[in-house]
């Protein structure tokens, strides 16, 4: 059992390039989520995905695209990255349809935008 | 919406117990109370729940007050490993900046 995992664990990206970040959980969890967590603060939710084929925003959506491409599968999509965007994002599954509970999480990506 | 309040950092000799605070004064009949634990850089790691009743596991202990507007997360042995941000979470995607505990030898 692998958890939750993620790719790339970094990436740097010069300003106005485009990326995807791979999430997936081995769990058969039903509920997704992508999270962004700036130095020294706490997670902020960017996406989330209560079922396979739905997807609903969280805090701070702007800038981002989410794809729910299977149950096992959530990815998240910077279409042209900023400096703003520098962050550690970290995905985390849990077993509800009822998002929340408990979650896993996966051990982060962290992007640096130049 | 309800959200908590916890005390920026905290210290803790190795061995003893460590009691984290949080505040949850606008917490709602059906909100449970959720602690997750952050080591270092890593994803954090779900420790343990409550919805009004206290609650134990292997990792920790979870006191909830009578009127559930403040709990507090027990780490009965702290070990220098414990060493992390903790927080405690209501509104349930919302993880605010936790207390920061350190473990001293």
């Known amino acids: 059992n692998a958890g939750v995992t993620q790719t790339p664990k970094f990436q740097v990206l010069k300003t106005g390039q485009s990326m995807t970040l791979q999430c997936a959980q081995d769990?058969?969890?039903?509920?997704m989520y992508w999270y962004r967590q700036d130095p020294g603060m706490g997670l902020r939710l960017i996406y989330y995905?209560?079922?396979?084929?739905?997807?609903d925003k969280g805090e701070v959506p702007n800038g981002y695209n989410v794809s729910r491409l299977n149950k096992r599968e959530f990815s998240l999509r910077l279409e042209s990255a900023a400096p703003s965007q520098t962050s550690v994002y970290f995905c985390?599954?849990?077993?509800?349809?009822?998002?929340?509970?408990?979650?896993?999480f996966g051990p982060g990506t962290r992007l640096t935008v130049l | 919406d309800a959200k908590t309040t916890q005390p920026p950092s905290m210290d803790c000799a190795e061995g003893r117990a460590a009691n984290l605070p949080c505040n949850h004064s606008t917490i709602s009949g059906n909100e449970y109370v959720y602690w997750y634990r952050q080591i270092h850089s890593q994803g954090p790691q779900y420790i343990i729940h409550?919805?009004?009743n206290n609650e134990t596991n292997e990792m920790a202990s979870l006191i909830i007050t009578e009127d559930r507007k403040s709990s507090t997360l027990i780490l009965p042995h702290a070990t220098l490993r414990d060493t992390a941000v903790y927080y405690c979470?209501?509104?349930?995607?919302?993880f605010g900046t936790g207390t920061s505990l350190t473990v001293i030898p």
């Open positions: 979470i209501v509104l349930k995607f919302y």
């Open positions: 769990m058969n969890h039903n509920s």
């Open positions: 985390a599954s849990s077993e509800g349809t009822r998002t929340g509970g408990e979650q896993f």
């Open positions: 995905s209560a079922s396979e084929g739905t997807t």
């Open positions: 409550g919805l009004k």
